[in-house]
T-cell receptor
Framework: GQNIDQPTEMTATEGAIVQINCTYQ??????LFWYQQHAGEAPTFLSY????GLEEKGRFSSFLSRSKGYSYLLLKELQMKDSASYLC???????????FGDGTTLTVKP | GAVVSQHPSRVICKSGTSVKIECRSLDFQATTMFWYRQFPKQSLMLMAT?????????EQGVEKDKFLINHASLTLSTLTVTSAHPEDSSFYIC???????????FGSGTRLTVV
């Protein structure tokens, strides 16, 4: 299978910056997604990377290195509401099917 | 844009009965929808890919006769859990993508409890 690895848990302070890493198997790669999921709710789409580099969207940025099989999600100016699970998902075929990592539970403390 | 509606949001059913979950794309046509299952504190697990007008593609280990998927139109896919058992209790989520969106829009999810 296509292993997608991301840390299980992270803790950060309100107002700070946090980086959540994701590594994946590169064979057949066709796009990487980041989603945010609050407890008991469905995921919401944050970002999509298919080319190398940094995509910035407000307080959230996502980076991709295809050769290294590596991505990170950067959250700036953390707010309490950013406490959630962050899912890294990789699309491996043109059919659009994605494989999800186990998610990183981020806790933002005052 | 790109809104996906999922209904019901919560359902409790008796063991042995069947439950139907609907997933609708409200403002776009979705030729492909995906059905996921998520157990507590675990990640999403893709169950099947639903294609409009054709049979769904099921992931390995997912029983197609138990989880019936019908994608009758470009805006509606349904998942029916047949002869439900307590171990089928889970959070079921659908998602869809529109051409050029680059991402997936998820429905709000259905929490199924089988008693």
């Amino acid at each position: 299978g296509q292993n997608i690895d991301q840390p299980t848990e992270m803790t950060a302070t309100e107002g700070a910056i946090v980086q959540i890493n994701c590594t994946y198997q590169t064979s057949g790669f066709n796009g990487l997604f980041w989603y945010q999921q609050h407890a008991g709710e469905a995921p919401t789409f944050l970002s999509y990377n298919v080319l190398d580099g940094l995509e910035e969207k407000g307080r959230f940025s996502s980076f991709l290195s295809r050769s290294k099989g590596y991505s990170y999600l950067l959250l700036k100016e953390l707010q309490m509401k950013d406490s959630a699970s962050y899912l890294c998902a990789v699309r491996y075929t043109n059919a659009g099917k994605s494989t999800f990592g186990d998610g990183t539970t981020l806790t933002v403390k005052p | 844009g790109a809104v996906v509606s999922q209904h019901p949001s919560r359902v409790i059913c008796k063991s042995g009965t069947s439950v139907k979950i609907e997933c609708r794309s409200l403002d776009f046509q979705a030729t492909t929808m995906f059905w996921y299952r998520q157990f507590p504190k675990q990640s999403l697990m893709l169950m099947a890919t639903s294609n409009e007008g054709s049979k769904a593609t099921y992931e390995q280990g997912v029983e197609k006769d138990k989880f019936l998927i019908n994608h009758a139109s470009l805006t509606l896919s349904t998942l029916t859990v047949t002869s439900a058992h307590p171990e089928d209790s889970s959070f079921y989520i659908c998602s869809a993508t529109r051409t050029g969106q680059g991402g997936y829009t998820f429905g709000s999810g259905t929490r199924l409890t089988v008693v």
